[in-house]
């Protein structure tokens, strides 16, 4: 996963990078898996929890942003702009053990199946970006 993310840290969606989607965790990648109530329930459980215990380290990202110092300024500070990196960089890191953790608790709550299908979409995801929306939505 790339560091390049929107320096205040993903958008707050349920997608499954945390972009706008069904609040299901999973996004446009939860298409077609069939998930019943009860495992819908469930990651909407899961996916809130992490939302929630996850609410500080975005804090912290926007916090270094706007901490940073500017490099058109006329003064560059050196130091000050890799400390700031290196704050970003681990919040980076500790957003994606994070989000790995919550993958994994997911993926509890999948079939075999389902995480087969979860699996060719993530790879299809990753070659081609995003599939549509579905025709009854912008």
Known sequence: MAFSQDPQGPPRGG????????????GPLARDL????????QIKKITDSFRESDKALHDQLRTV?????????????EAAVRAAAEARAK??????????????????VLTADQKAQLAAKRQ??????PPPPPPDRP
């Open 65 to 77: 942003h706007e901490s940073e110092p500017d490099p058109m300024s006329g003064t560059f500070d």
């Open 15 to 26: 997608g499954f990078h945390g972009g706008p989607g069904p609040r299901d965790g999973l």
């Open 34 to 41: 069939n998930l019943t109530d009860d495992q819908k329930a």
């Open 124 to 129: 299809q995801f990753e070659r081609q970006g």
């Open 91 to 108: 919040t980076q890191i500790e957003l994606e053990v994070s989000h790995a953790k919550m993958m994994s608790q997911i993926a509890a």
